[in-house]
């Protein structure tokens, strides 16, 4: 067994524990598909509520198509002999490593999909006073490493270093780790970057708070002098891309089926970008941001790519990825109404088939990529697509103006839920009486800010750059910190059933409700 080997397979506190494989990385699926936190995926938006629409992909089915998409594209770069030596040189590429770090990527995901992680993001930063906030994917390898206690050291799930760095799309924190941080690249890798309308608060997106940073240096070691800090490792890119490719597929299908992706709209912007695609691109900024033209939001589209990813952009492959997703997406697909019947089952199937297996063989691997992409990256034309075919979720379903009234309803429900945890978390006369999880995550967070304060206080330092001493603030960020990590773990449904409760609006009896 090689060095290497040996690293990847190591787990935090070295017990193998009595799996039912001996192979580590089927072993740490395992753990993975066992976890109640897997098991409330089902229960967790994907973009909308599935409750009454049909068929809906939840955050559960979504992961387990991760999962499928990912062994695939896994499984076809390894068997290539021109890519093994490349692989192997990067730290290898295992289907079992890639399978299970997709079916935990989104282990963190809040009750009401990204709706529901801007509010706790939010809520966390403001409220709580926590200088990394809340992210879904630094929720996640929190999980694994932390708050799940299904491993054999009742901390975390004791993975093995690969499938952890696998986990981690972002390798970074939020403010602080590496040094210096992606966010002060020339360049910044993706997600790395500031928020534009949030200056100042660190980077968009991340893989790890502060209280798991030991758990990433510990996870990344293994790569060290294969990638570079802020990049991911083989695995979490074909993860990564895997991830991109089921949402770009099967959320399309979601919103045709229950009737929200509608023909006629898309076909008017996709045909008349097409058609009129010279004049769109000699209007000024201000022409195009101020009409309501069908084709200007595709225009505003690729001179977005162009801005942000020039690396690969190609207004040829543009043109093309648009003229193949009107024909295969609106021309065909949307051009007859959803009606429940075998024909149109069987048009979903060819359509997420055909598309899966078209974008899988675009993948490949680069030995020296930009800083936007990771090592395993779409083709030019499968990136394209997956581009058009993204911006047809968000400008025809995200920015619907009735899912906006939808989603602010489940804000303020989060809101009222996580100000009510707070209460009665701080009621004194209630502390024999709090939910034990509630009760053991106040604990563990109480540990992980103590430790912190003495031995990391920099890590505890906010974008102010200030951060007040004392007991009192310690108790303060792990109660914030125990109250985030226990609305994050809740389904949509016990999220509504919980605030219910604790507003005295229900006509359950209190037996009958889930435990806390």
Not at 36 to 59: I, K
Not at 86 to 95: A, F, I, S
Not at 221 to 239: K, R
Request: aromatic share 6%; hydrophobic share 40%; charged share 25%.
């Amino acid at each position: 067994m090689s060095d290497l080997h040996e690293r990847r397979v190591d787990r935090r506190d070295g017990k193998g524990g009595t799996d039912l494989t001996a192979n580590p990385f089927r072993a740490d699926r395992d753990r993975i598909v066992s976890s109640p936190f897997f098991a409330r995926l089902g229960g967790v938006t994907q973009v909308v509520s599935a409750s009454g629409s049909g068929l809906l992909h939840n955050r559960l089915t979504h992961s387990l198509k991760v999962a499928q998409i990912g062994r695939a594209i896994a499984e076809r770069l390894t068997a290539d002999p021109d890519h093994a030596p490349l692989l192997e040189r990067l730290g290898g590429c295992d289907p079992d490593v890639v399978e299970a770090a997709a079916l935990a990527h989104d282990l963190g995901h809040p009750p009401f999909g990204h709706l529901g992680e801007q509010v706790l993001d939010r809520l966390a930063r403001h409220r709580f006073g926590l200088p990394d906030g809340f992210e879904g994917n630094a929720q996640s390898f929190r999980i694994i490493t932390t708050t799940d206690t299904r491993g054999p050291s009742a901390a975390g799930l004791d993975l093995t270093a690969a499938v952890r760095a696998a986990t981690l799309k972002y390798p970074w924190t939020r403010l602080s780790h590496p040094d210096p941080h992606p966010r002060d690249l020339a360049d910044p890798p993706r997600g790395a970057a500031e928020p534009p309308e949030a200056p100042g608060t660190g980077s968009s997106k991340f893989s790890a708070y502060v209280t798991e940073l030991e758990d990433l240096i510990q996870a990344r070691a293994v790569f060290d002098g294969l990638v570079p800090p802020w990049q991911q490792t083989v695995e979490a890119s074909v993860m990564d891309n895997a991830d991109d490719i089921a949402y770009a597929i099967h959320d399309l299908e979601d919103f045709h089926r229950i009737g929200v992706l509608q023909h006629a709209p898309v076909s008017a912007e996709l045909g008349q970008w097409e058609a009129d695609r010279a004049e769109f691109a000699r209007l000024d900024a201000a022409e195009l941001d101020s009409g309501r033209r069908p084709g200007q939001s595709l225009e505003r589209l690729r001179r977005r790519l162009h801005a942000r990813d020039s690396w690969v952009v190609d207004d040829d492959a543009f043109a093309a990825a648009v003229s193949r997703v009107r024909a295969e997406l609106v021309d065909d697909l949307l051009s007859m109404p959803f009606d429940g019947s075998v024909d149109a089952e069987q048009a979903f199937g060819r359509f997420s088939s055909g598309w899966t297996a078209r974008l899988v063989a675009g993948v490949h691997v680069v030995a020296d990529p930009p800083t936007r992409s990771g090592h395993v990256l779409l083709g030019a034309r499968q990136w394209h697509e997956v581009q058009v075919l993204k911006f047809v979720h968000r400008r025809f379903v995200l920015l619907r103006p009735d899912l906006a009234l939808h989603q602010r309803g489940q804000a303020r429900l989060l809101t009222r839920l996580v100000e009510a945890l707070e209460q009665w978390l701080g009621d004194r006369y209630e502390a024999d009486r709090l939910p034990r999880r509630l009760h053991d995550l106040v604990e563990l967070a109480r540990v992980e800010y103590d430790w912190l304060a003495r031995e990391h206080p920099r890590a505890l330092v906010g974008a102010t750059g200030e951060w007040p001493e004392g007991q009192g603030t310690v108790a303060a960020l792990a109660r914030g910190r125990a109250v985030i990590d226990f609305a994050a773990s809740l389904a949509d449904g016990q999220a509504a059933t919980l605030l219910e409760a604790l507003s005295g609006r229900t006509g359950q009896f209190w037996s009958d409700a889930f435990v806390l």
